[in-house]
C-alpha cells in the first residue's frame, strides 16, 4: 500500500515493475533502431509481416500495439519509401494484403540484429532455466488477463 494506506505500493507492484521493464525495453530497443532510422513501431511492422505476410492493417495494428489509423499512417510511408508493397485493390474484400520487399527485408535484417543485442543484454544475468520459467510466467498472467477479458 501506499503511506497513506490506500492505492498501490510501486515499491511492490508486480504490475508497476512489469510497466517499468516495458519502458526500459523500449527505450533501449529504440536507442540500437535510431541509428538504422527506424522506431520501436516501424520495427514490429516489417517483423510482423516476415513471419506473417499478408497481414491486413488492422492485424498489424493490434500486433504493433498501435491503432488502426497509426498503421495505416506508417504503411503508407513504408510503401513510399519502398519496404512494403501493397496491392491496389483489394484481392478480397477491403483488405489489402501487406508483404516486404526486398529493401524491406534487408532493413529489417540489420534492425533484428540490434535489436537481438537488446535481448540478449536484458538477459545475461538468467540462467536458461530462468529465462524459460520468466517466459512461462509472463505467458501465464497474459493469459490469465486475456481470460478475464474474454468473459471466462
Known amino acids: 500500500m501506499s503511506q497513506d494506506g490506500t492505492g498501490v505500493d510501486l515499491q511492490t507492484s508486480l504490475g508497476y515493475l512489469l510497466k517499468e521493464a516495458s519502458s526500459a525495453l523500449r ?22 509481416l516476415a513471419q506473417r505476410p499478408g497481414l491486413s492493417n488492422s492485424e498489424l495494428a493490434r500486433g504493433a500495439f498501435v ?14 519509401e519502398g519496404y512494403v508493397s501493397r496491392p491496389a485493390e483489394a484481392p478480397v474484400g477491403k483488405v489489402l494484403p501487406t508483404r516486404l520487399t526486398p529493401r524491406g527485408r534487408r532493413s529489417l535484417a540489420k534492425a533484428t540484429v540490434a535489436v537481438r543485442s537488446v535481448e540478449v543484454r536484458m ?21 490469465s488477463l486475456r481470460d478475464v477479458g474474454d468473459g471466462a
Not at 29 to 47: D, F, H, I, Q
Not at 67 to 80: F, G, I, P, Y
Not at 129 to 143: K, N, V
Open 67 to 80: 491503432t488502426r489509423q497509426s498503421m495505416n499512417v506508417l504503411l503508407q510511408a513504408l510503401e513510399r
Open 123 to 143: 538477459l545475461a544475468g538468467m540462467t536458461e532455466a530462468e529465462q524459460s520459467e520468466a517466459f512461462r510466467i509472463l505467458q501465464g498472467m497474459i493469459g
Open 27 to 48: 527505450a533501449a530497443m529504440e536507442e540500437v533502431l535510431r541509428p538504422l532510422g527506424m522506431s520501436v513501431t516501424r520495427y514490429s511492422c516489417l517483423e510482423l
